[in-house]
């Protein structure tokens, strides 16, 4: 049989990886609870577990229903490969786990996921695995940064919470030219947005929890590349870590991904809308959005984004108190950490998602205590911003 036609990603997203004949014809693919599985005879066990026969043996180690999640998820980040894990961290974990040993370097864009700071400060406590960030703003400014030990280069765009942009395709370069492997953090934007493999990365990571999922019900991490990286991956420290995705929050992602580029349209719609309210609004003191075309980092945007995002962080007169202030008088927003679902979320970074990083490291990462983000959900962009308008008339 010749190659699988490629659609477009509005297409992918419903078809990619599921064949309704091979299932009875069900139009939606089963979920398979299920454990174990059986083999016709003692012989075919011995083959499967020897790797000389492909089949399925045990959950962890591969389930039909995770496959057509795989897939499809490879197909949309335009990698050779997937795997699916039960959390984002779990995802970011084996990846880190997996380009690092004792002495190792990692490199990260200038901020990061608390709980990937965190992840980082455990490495480096046990195994002496060393980080460092760099605001990647060149060529030359990236090749200082790096270490003889360097094993990885890590990054986000947008950057949690502040919303700088890197540019993937300079990063990627220098990454190929000292044969350093570029992961990517591609939770804010969605295949949908931007896709860092075609932009020469090689290692595309989500929290699968915010817009894959898109509905505030699943726990979910994805890993997208090479085939063989990600071979390697499956058979180590994704089995023997076990951090894998359940057959049912398999099937709830399959379920989201359906939406996702009506989703994605909306967000980004409703963002542009916020953000000119709140760039205009007296008491709020700075606006991050990458669609301000007045941001220093909206080329990259341009460049390397279809749109501009449905995330958007900004500054109050004041510090922590009036942050919360502000936020407990909210009605329709809900305060939350997360991010991309169909509500509109709220969250203050230092007190929460990035708490756990210490404050001078928060200040360098441009974390104030000022600094609140907002994941504009899909709901009319009118009603979030009069919510957002009764909250911020009391700071005035």
Known sequence: MGEKKTFR????????????SLFEGSLVPPIFQTSTYCFANAEQGEKRFAGEESG???????????????????????????LAFGSGMAAVSAVLVSLTKAGDHVLCSQGVYG????????????????????????????????KPETTCIYVETPINPTMKLVDLEMVAAVGKEKGIP????????????????????????????????????????????????????????????GGIISPFDAWLLLRGL????????RHCENAREIYSFLNEHGAVNQV???????????PIMKKQMRQAGGLLSFTLHGGVEEAQKFMNRLQLIKIAVSLGDAET???????????????????????????????????AWEDIQEDLDQALSTLI
């Open 9 to 20: 990603i509005d297409t992918e997203v419903i078809h990619r990886g599921y064949e309704a």
């Open 115 to 146: 709980c990937t700071f965190g992840l980082l400060k455990m490495l480096n406590h046990k195994y002496q695995i060393t980080y460092t960030f760099s605001e990647m703003e060149s060529k030359e400014q990236l090749l200082q940064a790096i």
């Open 182 to 241: 570029v992961v990517v953090d591609n939770t804010f934007c969605s295949p949908y947005l931007q896709t860092p493999l075609e932009l020469g990365c090689d290692v595309v990571v989500h929290s699968a929890t915010k817009y894959i999922c898109g509905h505030g019900d699943v726990i979910a991490g994805i890993v997208v590349g090479k085939r063989d990286f990600l071979q390697e991956v499956a058979m180590t420290t994704q089995k023997d870590i």
């Open 56 to 82: 399925y043996i045990y959950s962890r180690l591969g389930n039909p229903t995770v496959s057509i999640l795989e897939e499809r998820m490879a197909a949309i980040e335009k990698g050779e490969a997937a």
């Open 288 to 298: 991050f959005f990458p669609g301000d075309s007045r941001h220093p980092d909206f």
């Open 345 to 379: 979320l709220i969250q203050h970074p230092a007190t929460m998602t990035h708490s756990v990083v210490p404050k001078e490291e928060r200040e360098k990462m441009g974390i104030q205590d000022n600094l609140i983000r907002l994941s504009v959900g899909l709901e």
């Open 258 to 265: 359906k939406t996702l580029p009506v989703r994605m349209d």
